[in-house]
């Protein structure tokens, strides 16, 4: 049987979770993109374009995507 040290696994967990908090996927952000180009309303480009701002500001800052919706917390039994 292989040990892993707790320190590891914790470790990755939390690099993965930030990621999950600044990052979106290259897909969802292509899309995002991509919708705002074809948008007709002014008032959907407008939302659009602050999501895809929002996200860039987030990936480059490293900060949490949205600021507004709590505190995720993660347990894990090992």
Do not use: H, W
């Amino acid at each position: 049987m292989r040990e892993i040290r707790a320190e590891v696994i914790k470790n990755i967990v939390r690099d993965l979770f930030l990621d999950a908090n600044y990052f979106i996927g290259k897909g969802i952000y292509d899309k995002l993109k991509d919708q705002c180009e074809v948008e007709e309303s002014p008032v959907g480009k407008s939302v659009l374009k602050q999501i895809i701002k929002n996200n860039e500001i987030a990936a480059q800052e490293k900060i949490a995507l949205c600021q507004d919706t709590g505190m995720a917390v993660v347990f894990i039994e090992l």
